[in-house]
């Protein structure tokens, strides 16, 4: 049973052998995404096998093009208090324009709910949040 | 290809125990009343009872996760004993899947001849602790890429879905308003509904709290403390039984994933409510203009929307529309979750939906009755894996 001084700021990711290449890719400020040397399909989250081909062959690789807002919510009380400070928060799914339909889940930083519209283009950022871990985030790549 | 047992199996029983929220009883206690009013409704001694079948398995987020037989779960085991009926139980069937996955699996294994009575049944409670939390310190598995995000949260999963939908096709909450009042007018005229006794207006549907916006807390069933249970035989037994059969014509469950950075999508939702409608419509050689009333599963409202498309009711961005101008009410041409479906009986992961079916094929509905229907359909879940469509037909 979690008690009061164990409630996490913010939960912290937990990488795996199947997820290390991402976190990796973080840290080092690049979004690297799994993708499939047998069929060449990226697929996110990363899985142990290719959910198109069925290969075991599967790399991280920097991810090519850009990205684009497919979709949103925000949310007005935080799910966890390190959220508190982050209100309203924007929860957003980045579609990368190398393969339609692959999503990304991340916060989206820097802006308003108001200025959010479908398809509008993203770049990651990458936000350290402790004890050595960095989360890919977004935000809106105009105005840069 | 039809499948070749259309139509000779039934449910002959239906049976809740009481709804409510934190009502200290245990889910021994709930099911055992379930199981017991389906068999009472049946008109069938418990002795006769040679098959048992659920999902046991609570939601996979909030409140405090046990396993105790009676008090976390009741799995068909227990039941069995509870019931005093377990050295005649020739069947049992226990799945991670949604409850309804049991329904499949009971009228298989009356078709193959393992067994003759079946109940089906689930039971739900409010667990201690807020039901939708995250409350670890890190997050593991699929969650890593949810979690530290804020995203481990269903509700946040179909706002997405929701946004998405509106953004392509030009909808806001306000489309929604006057299905949830119809739904809710639904619920009070079903005596097993939790909101029952409770009106709404489109004003209260606007002005209510977001959870994750613009989902809020009228767009999402209410947990609640109960359970159903269906009784399932052969149609040929259940005409001797006390009331008239609801007869199962088909089903489909749905196998497609769309494995992406939440749990479900609409794009994925919809390809996979496709090939369940697709498989339905094949293998009960029916159509959607044979639907008399529609059961569509409510988790959350969006999922109605998704089902109409997907099954074929309406094209691509239609569905909201149809609910907004209000078709599928109960003086609608097709009359949709006519007790009030999940976000008026409270959440029963889809027993709602089948109970509902039977009820309306069998012309029990009551103040809700749709006339002439001669096929009532439910959906259940969201339309990718896991999910199921059932077609009950009303017997001659
Ligand atoms: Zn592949």
Same mark, same amino acid.
């Given at each position: @049973?979690?008690?009061?001084?164990?409630?996490?700021?913010?939960?912290?990711?937990?990488?795996?052998?199947?997820?290390?290449?991402?976190?990796?890719?973080?840290?080092?400020?690049?979004?690297?995404?799994?993708?499939?040397?047998?069929?060449?399909?990226?697929?996110?989250?990363?899985?142990?096998?290719?959910?198109?081909?069925?290969?075991?062959?599967?790399?991280?690789?920097?991810?090519?093009?850009?990205?684009?807002?497919?979709?949103?919510?925000?949310?007005?009380?935080?799910?966890?208090?390190?959220?508190?400070?982050?209100?309203?928060?924007?929860?957003?799914?980045?579609?990368?324009?190398?393969?339609?339909?692959?999503?990304?889940?991340?916060?989206?930083?820097?802006?308003?709910?108001?200025?959010?519209?479908?398809? @509008?283009?993203?770049?990651?950022?990458?936000?350290?949040?402790?004890?050595?871990?960095?989360?890919?985030?977004?935000?809106?790549?105009?105005?840069? | 290809?039809?499948?070749?047992?259309?139509?000779?199996?039934?449910?002959?029983?239906?049976?809740?125990?009481?709804?409510?929220?934190?009502?200290?009883?245990?889910?021994?206690?709930?099911?055992?009343?379930?199981?017991?009013?389906?068999?009472?409704?049946?008109?069938?001694?418990?002795?006769?009872?040679?098959?048992?079948?659920?999902?046991?398995? @609570?939601?996979?987020?909030?409140?405090?996760?046990?396993?105790?037989?009676?008090?976390?779960?009741?799995?068909?085991?227990?039941?069995?004993?509870?019931?005093?009926?377990?050295?005649?139980?020739?069947?049992?069937?226990?799945?991670?899947? @949604?409850?309804?996955?049991?329904?499949?699996?009971?009228?298989?294994?009356?078709?193959?001849?393992?067994?003759?009575?079946?109940?089906?049944?689930?039971?739900?409670?409010?667990?201690?602790?807020?039901?939708?939390?995250?409350?670890?310190?890190?997050?593991?598995?699929?969650?890593?890429?949810?979690?530290?995000?804020?995203?481990?949260?269903?509700?946040?999963?179909?706002?997405?879905?929701?946004?998405?939908?509106?953004?392509?096709?030009?909808?806001?909450?306000?489309?929604?308003?006057?299905?949830?009042?119809? &739904?809710?007018? &639904?619920?009070?005229?079903?005596?097993?509904?939790?909101?029952?006794?409770?009106?709404?207006?489109?004003?209260?549907?606007?002005?209510?709290?977001?959870?994750?916006?613009?989902?809020?807390?009228?767009?999402?069933?209410?947990?609640?403390?109960?359970?159903?249970?269906?009784?399932?035989?052969?149609?040929?037994?259940?005409?001797?039984?006390?009331?008239?059969?609801?007869?199962?014509?088909?089903?489909?469950?749905?196998?497609?994933?769309?494995?992406?950075?939440?749990?479900?999508?609409?794009?994925?939702?919809?390809?996979?409510?496709?090939?369940?409608?697709?498989?339905?419509?094949?293998?009960?050689?029916?159509?959607?203009?044979?639907?008399?009333?529609?059961?569509?599963?409510?988790?959350?409202?969006?999922?109605?929307?998704?089902?109409?498309?997907?099954?074929?009711?309406?094209?691509?961005?239609?569905?909201?529309?149809?609910?907004?101008?209000?078709?599928?009410?109960?003086?609608?041409?097709?009359?949709?979750?006519?007790?009030?479906?999940?976000?008026?009986?409270?959440?029963?992961?889809?027993?709602?939906?089948?109970?509902?079916?039977?009820?309306?094929?069998?012309?029990?509905?009551?103040?809700?009755?749709?006339?002439?229907?001669?096929?009532?359909?439910?959906?259940?879940?969201?339309?990718?894996?896991?999910?199921?469509?059932?077609?009950?037909?009303?017997?001659?």
């Amino acid at each position: @049973m979690a008690v009061a001084d164990e409630i996490p700021l913010r939960p912290l990711p937990w990488p795996d052998a199947i997820s290390a290449g991402f976190w990796e890719g973080a840290k080092a400020g690049e979004l690297r995404i799994q993708k499939c040397r047998y069929c060449e399909r990226w697929q996110h989250p990363p899985a142990i096998a290719c959910m198109a081909c069925g290969s075991e062959e599967l790399g991280f690789q920097p991810l090519p093009g850009g990205l684009r807002l497919y979709s949103w919510t925000v949310l007005h009380d935080a799910p966890a208090p390190g959220f508190k400070t982050m209100l309203p928060l924007i929860l957003g799914l980045a579609e990368a324009e190398a393969q339609q339909g692959l999503l990304i889940a991340a916060n989206i930083l820097g802006t308003g709910e108001s200025a959010l519209r479908l398809g @509008m283009p993203l770049t990651p950022v990458f936000e350290p949040i402790g004890e050595g871990h960095v989360l890919v985030q977004f935000k809106p790549a105009t105005g840069q | 290809m039809i499948w070749e047992h259309r139509n000779r199996i039934a449910v002959a029983g239906v049976g809740y125990s009481a709804i409510g929220r934190r009502s200290g009883r245990t889910l021994a206690s709930l099911t055992l009343e379930a199981c017991k009013a389906a068999l009472t409704d049946a008109g069938l001694d418990q002795r006769e009872v040679d098959g048992i079948a659920t999902s046991p398995s @609570m939601p996979r987020y909030g409140g405090r996760k046990g396993v105790d037989e009676g008090v976390d779960v009741v799995t068909p085991h227990y039941l069995a004993e509870l019931l005093g009926v377990a050295p005649q139980i020739a069947w049992t069937g226990s799945t991670n899947a @949604m409850v309804t996955q049991s329904l499949i699996d009971g009228a298989l294994a009356i078709a193959a001849g393992l067994c003759r009575h079946v109940l089906v049944y689930r039971a739900l409670h409010v667990p201690d602790g807020r039901y939708v939390n995250f409350d670890s310190a890190f997050a593991t598995g699929p969650d890593q890429f949810l979690a530290p995000y804020g995203f481990s949260m269903p509700p946040a999963w179909v706002a997405t879905v929701m946004r998405r939908y509106f953004e392509l096709h030009g909808y806001s909450r306000a489309d929604f308003a006057r299905y949830i009042v119809d &739904n809710r007018d &639904n619920a009070r005229r079903n005596p097993n509904a939790w909101c029952r006794d409770k009106p709404l207006s489109a004003e209260d549907y606007l002005s209510t709290r977001m959870i994750a916006d613009p989902v809020s807390m009228l767009d999402c069933d209410l947990p609640v403390d109960g359970s159903c249970a269906l009784l399932l035989t052969t149609t040929e037994r259940a005409r001797d039984l006390r009331r008239k059969p609801a007869l199962l014509t088909g089903f489909a469950a749905s196998t497609h994933n769309g494995g992406s950075a939440i749990p479900m999508t609409l794009e994925h939702m919809l390809e996979g409510g496709r090939q369940v409608a697709k498989r339905l419509w094949e293998t009960t050689g029916l159509s959607p203009a044979e639907v008399g009333s529609a059961q569509l599963y409510d988790g959350f409202s969006m999922l109605v929307v998704t089902w109409l498309e997907s099954m074929g009711f309406c094209k691509d961005g239609e569905g909201l529309a149809f609910l907004r101008d209000g078709h599928g009410a109960l003086s609608g041409s097709l009359p949709v979750n006519t007790g009030g479906g999940a976000l008026g009986e409270g959440r029963l992961h889809g027993m709602t939906q089948i109970a509902e079916a039977v009820l309306q094929v069998s012309g029990r509905a009551g103040e809700r009755q749709v006339e002439g229907a001669q096929h009532s359909l439910a959906t259940i879940s969201n339309g990718l894996s896991k999910a199921t469509a059932f077609l009950f037909a009303r017997a001659d």
